[in-house]
């Protein structure tokens, strides 16, 4: 007679460990909104939004990756440039949706464009605002600290030594950068649902309920965090760059400008390994971008906990 209690043990601890696999394959992670939280695990997004009333506003929608869709985007270098336009648009456009619990009524300029383009104002302003974002980032971390160098070239002969001065010089820009808006109000509200995120995550990932209690114990230094992505980028686009040489100044701003793909696929496959290994050699890879994140990360409050754990609840598909 088959008696099962004598296998209960075995059965026990297989499932645990395919829990632990599953939990281990579907990794989340996320991004801070206005006053809320988006997460995503897998092929689901949700955000989380505190309204001004108090309540808290979750919005659910399945997501289908690029790299699901087009599979050569699922190939090592090439799905990190994939993942950042990817991580762009959603980012926008979860701001967008935030940001739309806090406004009174529409602007001028969005009646106008509802009226002009038949209510597509929405997709035409997160049009404008991606192009502008990227504008702004290429003003500020390729042609400033490029003619920053160009200006010194003929002070500076070796090219590898010039190469280096643009390359600390763009890190130096995007580290005042960082330091400057942490020092706004708004801004550190966001950076407080930073903090809840990461502590949020890392409830999940240690196996824990998603409870105010547990998640509050965790820290808000997490090293799978877009700033440790964007300070590897830093990082790796001045060891790149380095072996370039010095041609006109046109063609070395279109060179950085085509090489952000080459880059953003490095980096990315740097910091998918730095959130799955736990050896010397990654913690210490790790440890400048958390450092990093003191910044850009703040202690959050209950309130802002809350909204966290909804948001991750809600894109793991738990009640």
């Not at 696929?265 to 790790?286: C, D, F, M, P, Q």
């Amino acid at each position: 007679m088959f008696d099962i209690n004598i296998y209960k043990d075995f059965i026990l601890k297989f499932i645990k460990i395919k829990l632990e696999i599953w939990r281990y394959k579907m990794q989340v992670g996320g991004q801070a909104v206005i006053e809320g939280v988006m997460m995503r695990a897998q092929d689901k997004m949700a955000v989380a939004v505190r309204k001004p009333d108090g309540e808290i506003e979750v919005s659910v929608e399945n997501i289908e990756p690029l790299y699901k869709k087009y599979k050569i985007l699922s190939l090592p270098f090439i799905r990190g440039a994939a993942a950042m336009i990817e991580s762009l648009i959603v980012g926008i456009k979860t701001l967008q949706y935030s940001a739309s619990f806090y406004e009174e009524e529409k602007s001028r300029f969005e009646k106008y464009l509802d009226e002009k383009f038949e209510g597509k104002a929405e997709n035409i302003i997160m049009s404008l605002t991606l192009f502008t974002s990227f504008a702004f980032a290429i003003f500020l971390f390729v042609l400033l600290p490029t003619f920053a160098a160009n200006f010194f070239k003929s002070k500076i002969q070796n090219n590898v030594y010039i190469n280096l001065f643009e390359g600390f010089l763009r890190l130096i820009i995007f580290l005042v950068y960082i330091y400057l808006i942490s020092k706004m109000e708004d801004i550190r509200r966001v950076f407080e649902y930073h903090g809840a995120e990461h502590k949020s995550v890392f409830c999940y990932e240690a196996g824990l309920p998603l409870t105010v209690d547990n998640v509050s114990k965790f820290s808000t230094l997490h090293p799978r965090c877009g700033t440790n992505f964007l300070l590897i980028v830093m990082l790796i686009s001045i060891f790149i760059f380095s072996f370039f040489g010095w041609p006109n100044i046109i063609l070395r701003i279109a060179s950085r400008i085509l090489l952000i793909p080459v880059v953003a696929g490095i980096s990315y496959e740097i910091i998918k390994w730095l959130g799955k290994s736990n050896t010397v050699l990654s913690r210490a890879l790790a440890y400048p971008g958390l450092m990093l994140q003191r910044l850009t990360t703040r202690e959050p409050d209950e309130k802002q906990i809350e909204v966290a754990i909804a948001a991750l609840k809600a894109a793991i598909g738990e009640e």
